[in-house]
């Protein structure tokens, strides 16, 4: 059966210093991660468990389980490689990421209006959270998604393509209660190639559902 594996961070431990301190950066992955990948591979291994015994009295848990997990699994891996230390600013024609600029123009009106929209909802997920810029594939715009805890309250079918990690364990030891202020330190560190090309895949995709 096939497992899944925490994928290495792109740079070291500071390279996003001073905006997210290397102490929270080695937490964050090697232990909190981590045990995401932990979750999603123990939960597959009691699934294949109760398929082989025919026992499906916990089954509803255990797809709760997975999708917490495997979920916080996928948006951790896509957080590591949208943020870089030499990162901010926005999207812009010149660098290449010209494409995305337009998309977000057109689906928010400008980038200062998705800014506030993606940092408001970010910032106020009830509990543990995330803000997520999302493609729409049926049509064809940007999103932006508040998603509870990992999984919840989003659009099926949407492809993350930039993340913002709002829970506690990504930004308390150094922002302590202030989530306000991580948020706003986070568009700093953003890396607009890697959600650019992000943009790119998901619009290549072919949608499942008919418009």
Known sequence: MAMYTLPELPYDYSALAPVISPEIIELHHDKHHAAYVKGANDTLEQL???RDKDQWAALNGLQKNLAFHLSGHILHSIYWHNMTGDGGGEPLEKDGTGELADAIAESFGSFARFKAQLSKAAATTQGSGWGVL???????RLIVEQVYDHQGNVGQGSVP?????AWEHAFYLQYRNQKVDFIEAMWQVVNWQDVAKRYAEAKDRVPLIAP
Do not use: K, Q, R, T
């Open 48 to 50: 294949e468990e109760a």
């Open 134 to 140: 999302a493609y729409e594939p049926v049509s064809g």
């Open 161 to 165: 393509i930039l993340v913002f990690d």
